[in-house]
């Protein structure tokens, strides 16, 4: 995948500035991160984030829209994000 965020599923301009300013430059390092360390991330920078976030970078990552997450993985999602909030 190009390094473009914005060439990931679910990953829009504004979604894509808010990683590049905690250091998400590239879709690889948003891999290597995965969901939840981004997700700790942009919830340190904004403490407003909202779990659509993490759906969508879920997706990214695995290369889904954010609604065809499994539900088993939303649930844990779910969860880290009552824990994280």
């Given at each position: 995948m190009e390094n473009d965020l914005t060439k990931a599923q679910n990953i829009g301009k504004e979604t894509a500035r808010k990683l590049?300013?905690?250091g998400i430059d590239f879709y690889e390092t948003l891999v290597h991160l995965g969901t939840e360390q981004a997700f700790r991330?942009?919830?340190?920078?904004?403490?407003?984030?909202?779990?659509n976030l993490l759906y969508s970078i879920e997706g990214a990552i695995e290369g889904v829209?954010?609604?065809?997450?499994?539900?088993?993985?939303?649930?844990?999602?779910?969860?880290?994000?009552?824990?994280?909030?």
């Open positions: 590049n300013e905690v991330k942009l919830k340190s920078k904004d403490p407003n984030t909202c779990i829209k954010w609604n065809a997450i499994p539900k088993e993985r939303k649930l844990e999602l779910t969860e880290f994000f009552r824990n994280n909030s």
